[in-house]
């Protein structure tokens, strides 16, 4: 069958990631990688056969025949490629907290109109894509007024993008949990736990809401978890949504498939997978496929 | 003779101690009386830094820009600092924070993770605040893992480094020990902050100033978090006896915690901080001392003994701003208590 093709620029943690899902895509073939440097990534992707570049983002369009970008540089990177992407006509799909284009959060917001109308979706956080989720699930039963999440995820998994973009990280995702969770406010504390062996990515999620059915909010957060386990398998409620006055705390844990990093950084997982899986979508429609 | 610089944190770490209740009111006697009395450093706000008012650390009575207005106005000579966690505040916050009066920032990461704070130092050095790297947890590692941290906040340009013993886990040799490693090889001048949970915080900051620690912390009748912290009237009292030189006046800080902030205190219903089991088990177990408090109420919430839930928090290595864990292992506790 015929596959679209796609590039991935950025093969830090998150890229190569996505480099081994997407071997495993009936529907995208992974054509082009773009780099800074000889980095793991890259070698990856030389001894896998995958054509690359560690000069420039203008290689990529030069050669042409790329019709799905996904970005994980960061923030600053992905505001110098967006325009480029867009005026060669590949779909991107950003995994850095720049946010230009809509959050897409796939268990929450993932529609046609979506894909049909955008050129460049973000894919929030790996924090936003485990927590956004729980809070749209509660917010649609009970009204959330103030959602609160504490995402703990290992150092290990933690590159030099995230590090250096902790500040986006924790805007970008209060804001996804706001427009898309639909929280009215939302905070976001993000912690790096060095213990070894490494922790599981962990989050830990508070919703302040109107109605404390508890009844009601625990059927609401297993049906979503239904959802996001059809494309992240490892998602698990750690503690389920327990009630004190009308603070509700859930916490999950988010086990990886173990791709590039061990199966701790289901960090990486969450967000690659979000990402694949919008792709897939986007593809699928592309190519006709039902 | 070198001058040792004493940062005051009763209105910051002291905090914890009042579950981040001071009045604005309050705020600005305890101040007054510390800066009448010559300290040097006034750090204040919530308890976990900027914009940690929150569920999961609780909430202040008043926001980090009220606190900073409200004491600004008051001080002429002592210099206002305020905390910032990367990861729970952002840079725009402590742009905030200095529009309405923070003339010093401390940067706190745990000790294995100073890179995420270069952006925050970085920009504070822009806003032209003197710039604090704080390494949190710092009994966790070694003193060779201890200074590669710090010299990447000495990099990123940082005017002090602290040697920060958040779980007050820490004996004098080993202050030292650090301390005398981080003096050798950085070139800017090294601080410490001390937590009493195993008796021996004014012994550690003693170690340290013999070490060579220029910048020291204290807070009135040892208000802070766990334990509390150095009580500042008893550092100057042993800095003065032994001949350091200090800016502080012991009579003066003396009163400050006797007339001003002890009958805030009384007043309050609060209790000063002093060893109990809880803190003892802290110290031991080298947890954050923050977690104290909020250990005791999950404790109670689902009725489980607070030293298992610490002794577990420890094993799992769980560090600074983790206050969420707590409630994930008393919770866990209760389930196998009922199986």
């Known amino acids: ?290 | 003779m070198r001058k040792i610089i004493l940062t005051d944190t009763t209105l910051r770490d002291g905090s914890h101690s009042v579950s981040h209740q001071y009045s604005l009111e309050e705020m600005k006697e305890i101040a007054k009386g510390l800066e009448n009395a010559g300290i040097d450093i006034i750090e204040l706000g919530h308890g976990d830094g900027l914009t940690g008012s929150t569920i999961n650390y609780g909430f202040a009575a008043h926001s980090d820009i009220e606190y900073i207005k409200a004491v600004s106005s008051v001080l002429k000579k002592s210099k206002l600092a305020v905390l910032l966690v990367p990861g729970i505040g952002t840079i725009e916050d402590l742009q905030e924070a200095k529009e309405a009066g923070a003339e010093v920032v401390r940067v706190a990461t745990h000790v294995t993770e100073a890179d995420v704070g270069e952006q925050h130092i970085k920009a504070a050095k822009k806003m032209g605040l003197f710039t604090v790297g704080f390494l949190m947890m710092s009994h966790m590692v070694n003193k060779e893992i201890v200074l590669q941290e710090a010299k990447k906040m000495e990099s990123y340009g940082a005017d002090v480094v602290y040697l920060t013993d958040s779980a007050g886990a820490m004996l004098p040799n080993e202050v030292s020990e650090k301390i005398s490693y981080l003096k050798e090889n950085l070139s800017i001048p090294i601080g410490h902050h001390a937590h009493n949970n195993l008796g021996v915080a004014v012994a550690n900051s003693l170690a340290a100033y013999e070490a060579g620690a220029d910048y020291l912390d204290g807070s009135l009748l040892g208000f802070g978090a766990g334990a509390g912290n150095t009580p500042t009237e008893m550092l100057v009292a042993v800095l003065d006896k032994i001949g350091a030189n200090i800016n502080v006046d012991l009579y003066n800080i003396i009163d400050a915690g006797d007339d001003v902030l002890a009958p805030i205190i009384k007043n309050k219903g609060s209790k000063l901080p002093r060893f109990n089991s809880d803190s003892l088990i802290i110290g031991y177990a080298g947890v954050y001392s923050s977690f104290m408090l909020h250990a005791k109420r999950a404790a109670k919430r689902f009725d489980v003994d607070i030293r298992d839930v610490l002794v577990e928090l420890g094993e799992r290595n769980a560090v600074g701003g983790q206050e969420d864990w707590i409630i994930e292992v008393a919770h866990e506790l209760q389930k196998n208590k009922k199986e």
Request: charged letters at 25%.
């Open chain 1, 1 to 290: 069958m015929k596959k679209m093709k796609a590039a991935i620029i950025g093969p830090g943690n998150i890229g190569t990631d996505l480099l081994m899902k997407l071997e495993r895509s009936p529907y995208i073939e992974l054509d082009y990688v773009v780099g800074i440097k000889k980095s793991e990534g890259i070698l990856i992707a030389e001894k896998k056969g995958i054509d690359y570049t560690i000069d420039s983002i203008q290689d990529m369009v030069d050669r042409g025949g790329i019709d799905i970008a996904f970005d994980s540089t960061g923030a600053g990177p992905h505001k110098i490629n967006a325009p480029i992407l867009k005026k060669a006509g590949i779909f991107a799909l950003d995994l850095t907290p720049a946010a230009i284009g809509p959050y897409c959060v796939p268990a929450v917001n993932l529609t046609d109109e979506l894909l049909d109308g955008e050129v460049n979706l973000n894919m929030v956080t790996c924090a936003g894509q485990a927590t956004v989720p729980i809070v749209s699930a509660i917010n649609e039963a009970v009204d959330v007024t103030y959602s609160e999440i504490i995402s703990s995820v290992s150092s290990m998994s933690a590159g030099p993008g995230t590090r250096q973009n902790i500040d986006e990280f924790t805007v970008t995702t209060a804001r996804a949990l706001e427009d898309v969770g639909g929280a009215d406010k939302a905070k976001v504390i993000i912690v790096l736990n060095p213990a070894e062996p490494p922790i599981y990515m962990r989050n830990t999620i508070y919703t302040k809401v109107k109605n404390p059915d508890i009844k009601k909010i625990r059927e609401a957060v297993d049906n979503m978890l239904k959802k996001i386990q059809k494309y992240v398998p490892g998602y698990t409620l750690l503690v389920e949504p327990i009630i004190e006055d009308d603070i509700v705390t859930t916490m999950i844990q988010v086990e990886g498939l173990g791709d590039y990093l061990p199966v701790y950084a289901g960090n990486l997982d969450i967000i690659t997978s979000a990402a694949v899986n919008v792709a897939e979508k986007y593809a699928k429609k592309r190519l006709g496929v039902k």
